[in-house]
């Protein structure tokens, strides 16, 4: 049996199978027969994705992901197989290595930064490649009937408070545990009498509900990441506490309390328990005003939805409950849409359907009518949804737990399990499928829309659902269908196109040339190759070159981009990417990088101090075959800053380099690094060292050599041997006013980015609204994956497919697909969209004569949107004050006004629009 070390990994010896297209056909079984077999309590195995990536790579598991067949094809572009699997990237810390590997870093992203292998797989990896450590995770079921299974890659983390000594205890349990799973751990942990014992939802460090229902899921408990829970002892047949007072300085009463059952009441209908205290009250709504039935909570005046102004302002925030951002965005999007925050302000009900199997019995619907209410009541600045949360859950079990997900996603399945719960059909009568059978398109779409609505029928479908026309044509018998679907919203595409331009900074290394920014034209979704080749033909690199390519962050080298296969999406238009023309053997020769920083003066003394200012780019150049002495160095440096001398000439950069008569230059302070340490631009301090002045004309600097092992070696001067073996020097060079005035440094500073005016760009080249609606209505043949079935050839074909708008909904939700996902690759448009605020007419878009006078014109009222890349974003929302003309930012539990001017911005993700009435069947300005 094979034993893993101290920090998890297992020994590097390993046993290969023949080739990669036997691994990847040996693991691609192995999830197979995973896949097929799935049942609560299978192990699944975390493995971090960088080396999942270069794995599939190396197997060609993805032929995208392959290189080109082409024969023109390199052997640098064939993938290497990759080396131990280290998963060291998604431990918690340093301090985790040896006490417990589970303790994963929080806010990791499925794909982005670790990927899920069942334990079979994860065997076979191991025993191939070795490494770790191991992240076991259990796989649980959820939802309502409890088939549907999801990973527990995060489990609940509870902080235990003692109300005895106020002592606190972590407690990591799976939210799938019972609560009497969690009474027993406690018990054990502290050796107490369970019959003694009494536990209390603590959130904020507030007494909330007792948890008794010992068969109640702590998720059903609605317990969630890292809040607290209060433990009370009874003794001698009171309950014991640390002088009578909880840890927030409450008096607790020393009497057992019976467990509390909280209902919501709305006036003139029945009493709806939900089966546990909420934390908040029981609402009484009469017309449109309602008030708390606490004794502490607010009291909530006339809160009119059309005419006065609204005392309760709607300015509450919501706390985030872990990675709950994007839940918070959409409910904050949704309460500020009118006809529903009219809705569940008054007595609905009548409208709860228990009976519909599809929805929660009207849980989730009571859930956001109370956390409606509570965002407009007066005297909060934020709320904590958990109680939502936990129904939502329920409905929709992907949602649980607390890792990011997509707020589009999330509104999708919330407005699907509020019309079920609000469904006012209880019971749906069976509608057969009729063609149009030649029928006017009028006559049809109101028969489909009468069949939708005798089976869906309730406040969602009445202002959220509209219809278009879907028409398929067979490309070979040219048959036509024509159906007329309901929809909850839009999702429209952003046109793109397939390349983008990057500005990359080209240094030389021989001093023949000033830095030179290129932009060159590269595919969108290319590798690193495709880079290096258009910046090879930009900048008329000779066949004596080679180009190394490096990020540049904070004036160091982040990284050097020698993965061929290195994907260009990585790379934002923020980025400073650099390349250094090197010779082509660069590799072989030793490689000098000199990094820049900032002093008052120049000294002849040497201190390191890794707090000094850097500054500028760094530069590379190579030493010569024949280098051997700290001279040669001397002359390597001068020959890359011979550029940069103000008044320089090409003639003056020769001379530069031959003479030894220039006695001035930034002096140079240094270390000689290894290629690994360079690599993850770490400063190694240089050891004590003689100070020596030079006095052979070149620039005082001085260097240390330090070996593979991290040894260090001799202070390098101009007159002594120096073998370098293949390390990388790494020199500092002091800047001075002195310097400033000699050297023109400006070229080594304000790089421009990627895309320096992607903001100016994106707003000057922004898309439409509309033209994503083109895009949307536009034909276009289905993909090989989604053929129709003709019912004349009786076959399945590549029909083309056209949309057409037929009825619009008063409440308009317009979702700009800015995420694109495939098995292996995750992608996000930050393309500014050019959206109308007012006045946003879809007329042009019905094509047909609407029966109605309805308006057709939309006002934006909400949005929400989304910040950074998928690995880690953030999101919030917009919303315009009902009857206020003014626009609010909420920002999880904060809120600020906002200009309306600055609401358009290309982290527009989710819009929301509403149809503006008409008068005397004209359209409201």
């Given at each position: 049996?094979?034993?893993?070390?101290?920090?998890?990994?297992?020994?590097?010896?390993?046993?290969?199978?023949?080739?990669?297209?036997?691994?990847?056909?040996?693991?691609?079984?192995?999830?197979?027969?995973?896949?097929?077999?799935?049942?609560?309590?299978?192990?699944?195995?975390?493995?971090?994705?960088?080396?999942?990536?270069?794995?599939?790579?190396?197997?060609?598991?993805?032929?995208?992901?392959?290189?080109?067949?082409?024969?023109?094809?390199?052997?640098?572009?064939?993938?290497?197989?990759p080396g131990q699997i280290d998963n060291m990237v998604l431990i918690?810390?340093?301090?985790?290595?040896?006490?417990?590997?589970?303790?994963?870093?929080?806010?990791?992203?499925?794909?982005?930064?670790?990927?899920?292998?069942?334990?079979?797989?994860?065997?076979?990896?191991?025993?191939?490649?070795?490494?770790?450590?191991?992240?076991?995770?259990?796989?649980?079921?959820?939802?309502?009937?409890?088939?549907?299974f999801v990973v527990e890659v995060y489990p609940l983390y509870l902080c235990l408070v003692d109300a005895r000594d106020n002592s606190q205890r972590d407690i990591r349990i799976s939210r799938k545990a019972t609560v009497g799973e969690l009474y027993k751990m406690v018990c054990s942990l502290l050796e107490l009498d369970q019959s003694k014992v009494v536990i209390w939802d603590y959130y904020n460090k507030h007494k909330g509900f007792m948890i008794t229902k010992l068969d109640q899921t702590l998720d059903e408990a609605t317990l969630h990441m890292d809040q607290e829970i209060l433990l009370e002892v009874k003794t001698d047949g009171l309950w014991a506490f640390n002088n009578g007072v909880d840890s927030t300085g409450n008096e607790l009463a020393l009497v057992p309390i019976e467990p509390s059952r909280s209902s919501v009441?709305?006036?003139?209908?029945?009493?709806?328990?939900?089966?546990?205290?909420?934390?908040?009250?029981?609402?009484?709504?009469?017309?449109?005003?309602?008030?708390?039935?606490?004794?502490?909570?607010?009291?909530?005046?006339?809160?009119?939805?059309?005419?006065?102004?609204?005392?309760?302002?709607?300015?509450?925030?919501?706390?985030?409950?872990?990675?709950?951002?994007?839940?918070?965005?959409?409910?904050?999007?949704?309460?500020?849409?009118?006809?529903?925050?009219?809705?569940?302000?008054?007595?609905?009900?009548?409208?709860?359907?228990?009976?519909?199997?599809?929805?929660?019995?009207?849980?989730?619907?009571?859930?956001?009518?109370?956390?409606?209410?509570?965002?407009?009541?007066?005297?909060?600045?934020?709320?904590?949804?958990?109680?939502?949360?936990?129904?939502?859950?329920?409905?929709?079990?992907?949602?649980?737990?607390?890792?990011?997900?997509?707020?589009?996603?999330?509104?999708?399945?919330l407005l699907d399990g509020l019309h079920e719960d609000l469904n006012r059909v209880k019971s749906k009568p069976y509608i057969e499928a009729k063609d149009a059978n030649g029928r006017p398109?009028?006559?049809?779409?109101?028969?489909?829309?009468?069949?939708?609505?005798?089976?869906?029928?309730?406040?969602?479908?009445?202002?959220?659902?509209?219809?278009?026309?879907?028409?398929?044509?067979?490309?070979?018998?040219?048959?036509?269908?024509?159906?007329?679907?309901?929809?909850?919203?839009?999702?429209?595409?952003?046109?793109?196109?397939?390349?983008?331009?990057?500005?990359?900074?080209?240094?030389?290394?021989?001093?023949?040339?000033?830095?030179?920014?290129?932009?060159?034209?590269?595919?969108?979704?290319?590798?690193?190759?495709?880079?290096?080749?258009?910046?090879?033909?930009?900048?008329?690199?000779?066949?004596?070159?080679?180009?190394?390519?490096?990020?540049?962050?904070?004036?160091?080298?982040?990284?050097?981009?020698?993965?061929?296969?290195?994907?260009?999406?990585?790379?934002?238009?923020?980025?400073?990417?650099?390349?250094?023309?090197?010779?082509?053997?660069?590799?072989?020769?030793?490689?000098?990088?000199?990094?820049?920083?900032?002093v008052e003066k120049c000294s002849m003394e040497f201190q390191y101090n890794s707090h000094q200012k850097l500054i500028g780019t760094p530069l590379i150049t190579c030493l010569t075959e024949n280098f051997n002495s700290g001279a040669d160095v001397h002359d390597a440096v001068r020959t890359a800053l011979a550029p940069l001398l103000r008044g320089n000439t090409q003639s003056a950069c020769h001379q530069a380099k031959s003479s030894n008569d220039i006695n001035y230059g930034p002096s140079l302070d240094g270390v000689i690094l290894t290629d690994s340490a360079l690599s993850n631009g770490k400063d190694v301090a240089p050891v004590d060292m003689e100070i020596e002045s030079v006095s052979n004309g070149f620039p005082s600097f001085q260097l240390v050599l330090t070996n593979d092992s991290?040894?260090?070696?001799?202070?390098?001067?101009?007159?002594?041997?120096?073998?370098?073996?293949?390390?990388?020097?790494?020199?500092?060079?002091?800047?001075?006013?002195?310097?400033?005035?000699?050297?023109?440094?400006?070229?080594?500073?304000?790089?421009?980015?990627?895309?320096?005016?992607?903001?100016?760009?994106?707003?000057?080249?922004?898309i439409s609204l509309f033209s994503c609606m083109d895009a949307f209505l536009m034909e276009e043949p289905l993909g090989p994956d989604d053929m129709w079935y003709c019912p004349s050839c009786k076959e399945h074909r590549q029909a083309t497919k056209k949309l057409d708008l037929w009825r619009l909904p008063e409440i308009l939700v317009v979702h700009l697909k800015r995420f694109s996902y495939s098995r292996y690759m995750k992608n996000k448009l930050d393309t500014f969209v050019n959206f109308p605020v007012h006045n946003l007419d879809l007329s042009k878009y019905l094509n047909h004569k609407p029966r109605t006078t309805e308006s057709y014109v939309y006002e934006l009222y909400a949005i929400s949107n989304h910040y950074g890349g998928l690995g880690g974003g953030h999101y919030s929302a917009y919303a315009k004050l009902i009857d206020e003309d003014s626009w609010y930012d909420f920002d999880d539990s904060h809120v600020s006004p906002v200009n309306e001017d600055s609401i358009k911005t290309s982290a527009a993700y989710v819009l929301f629009y509403q149809r503006i009435k008409e008068e005397s069947g004209m359209a409201v300005d």
């Amino acid at each position: 049996m094979t034993i893993p070390n101290s920090a998890g990994f297992f020994p590097a010896d390993s046993c290969l199978p023949c080739t990669p297209e036997e691994e990847k056909e040996i693991i691609l079984e192995l999830i197979k027969a995973s896949d097929s077999n799935l049942k609560e309590g299978d192990t699944f195995y975390l493995v971090s994705s960088s080396w999942w990536r270069g794995w599939r790579e190396y197997v060609r598991l993805d032929e995208n992901d392959g290189p080109s067949s082409s024969s023109g094809q390199s052997d640098d572009s064939i993938p290497c197989r990759p080396g131990q699997i280290d998963n060291m990237v998604l431990i918690l810390s340093e301090m985790n290595r040896d006490i417990g590997v589970s303790d994963i870093q929080r806010n990791l992203l499925e794909g982005v930064d670790y990927d899920l292998v069942p334990e079979e797989v994860w065997k076979k990896l191991l025993e191939w490649y070795k490494g770790g450590p191991e992240i076991p995770r259990k796989l649980i079921s959820d939802g309502l009937n409890g088939k549907n299974f999801v990973v527990e890659v995060y489990p609940l983390y509870l902080c235990l408070v003692d109300a005895r000594d106020n002592s606190q205890r972590d407690i990591r349990i799976s939210r799938k545990a019972t609560v009497g799973e969690l009474y027993k751990m406690v018990c054990s942990l502290l050796e107490l009498d369970q019959s003694k014992v009494v536990i209390w939802d603590y959130y904020n460090k507030h007494k909330g509900f007792m948890i008794t229902k010992l068969d109640q899921t702590l998720d059903e408990a609605t317990l969630h990441m890292d809040q607290e829970i209060l433990l009370e002892v009874k003794t001698d047949g009171l309950w014991a506490f640390n002088n009578g007072v909880d840890s927030t300085g409450n008096e607790l009463a020393l009497v057992p309390i019976e467990p509390s059952r909280s209902s919501v009441t709305i006036a003139g209908g029945p009493t709806l328990s939900n089966g546990h205290s909420t934390g908040f009250g029981s609402y009484l709504l009469q017309g449109n005003s309602f008030g708390s039935s606490l004794g502490d909570a607010e009291n909530v005046e006339s809160i009119s939805i059309n005419g006065a102004k609204v005392d309760g302002r709607g300015l509450t925030g919501l706390h985030n409950l872990g990675n709950t951002c994007f839940m918070n965005s959409a409910i904050q999007c949704l309460v500020h849409t009118p006809p529903l925050v009219e809705f569940f302000l008054q007595d609905y009900s009548e409208e709860i359907n228990e009976q519909n199997p599809l929805g929660m019995q009207g849980e989730l619907a009571i859930a956001f009518g109370e956390l409606l209410r509570r965002l407009w009541s007066s005297g909060r600045s934020s709320v904590a949804p958990r109680e939502f949360k936990g129904k939502l859950a329920r409905f929709a079990p992907q949602f649980s737990g607390y890792n990011q997900h997509d707020s589009q996603e999330l509104l999708a399945f919330l407005l699907d399990g509020l019309h079920e719960d609000l469904n006012r059909v209880k019971s749906k009568p069976y509608i057969e499928a009729k063609d149009a059978n030649g029928r006017p398109d009028g006559e049809f779409a109101d028969e489909c829309w009468e069949n939708h609505k005798a089976r869906n029928d309730s406040v969602i479908v009445d202002i959220c659902q509209g219809q278009y026309k879907s028409t398929l044509v067979c490309p070979i018998c040219s048959k036509v269908s024509v159906t007329f679907d309901p929809f909850m919203y839009l999702s429209l595409p952003l046109p793109m196109t397939v390349t983008r331009k990057m500005t990359i900074t080209v240094f030389t290394s021989d001093g023949s040339a000033l830095p030179m920014p290129y932009t060159v034209t590269v595919p969108k979704n290319g590798r690193c190759k495709d880079l290096i080749q258009a910046l090879s033909s930009a900048c008329y690199l000779r066949s004596s070159e080679a180009l190394l390519v490096a990020e540049v962050h904070e004036h160091q080298i982040y990284r050097y981009m020698e993965n061929m296969l290195e994907p260009l999406s990585g790379i934002k238009d923020e980025d400073r990417i650099v390349a250094y023309r090197l010779p082509s053997n660069y590799c072989e020769l030793p490689k000098t990088e000199i990094l820049h920083r900032s002093v008052e003066k120049c000294s002849m003394e040497f201190q390191y101090n890794s707090h000094q200012k850097l500054i500028g780019t760094p530069l590379i150049t190579c030493l010569t075959e024949n280098f051997n002495s700290g001279a040669d160095v001397h002359d390597a440096v001068r020959t890359a800053l011979a550029p940069l001398l103000r008044g320089n000439t090409q003639s003056a950069c020769h001379q530069a380099k031959s003479s030894n008569d220039i006695n001035y230059g930034p002096s140079l302070d240094g270390v000689i690094l290894t290629d690994s340490a360079l690599s993850n631009g770490k400063d190694v301090a240089p050891v004590d060292m003689e100070i020596e002045s030079v006095s052979n004309g070149f620039p005082s600097f001085q260097l240390v050599l330090t070996n593979d092992s991290g040894v260090s070696g001799m202070t390098i001067d101009d007159d002594k041997d120096l073998l370098v073996e293949g390390n990388s020097i790494r020199l500092f060079l002091d800047w001075s006013h002195r310097e400033h005035d000699l050297y023109d440094s400006s070229y080594l500073e304000d790089l421009p980015g990627v895309d320096q005016n992607r903001n100016k760009k994106a707003r000057e080249e922004a898309i439409s609204l509309f033209s994503c609606m083109d895009a949307f209505l536009m034909e276009e043949p289905l993909g090989p994956d989604d053929m129709w079935y003709c019912p004349s050839c009786k076959e399945h074909r590549q029909a083309t497919k056209k949309l057409d708008l037929w009825r619009l909904p008063e409440i308009l939700v317009v979702h700009l697909k800015r995420f694109s996902y495939s098995r292996y690759m995750k992608n996000k448009l930050d393309t500014f969209v050019n959206f109308p605020v007012h006045n946003l007419d879809l007329s042009k878009y019905l094509n047909h004569k609407p029966r109605t006078t309805e308006s057709y014109v939309y006002e934006l009222y909400a949005i929400s949107n989304h910040y950074g890349g998928l690995g880690g974003g953030h999101y919030s929302a917009y919303a315009k004050l009902i009857d206020e003309d003014s626009w609010y930012d909420f920002d999880d539990s904060h809120v600020s006004p906002v200009n309306e001017d600055s609401i358009k911005t290309s982290a527009a993700y989710v819009l929301f629009y509403q149809r503006i009435k008409e008068e005397s069947g004209m359209a409201v300005d």
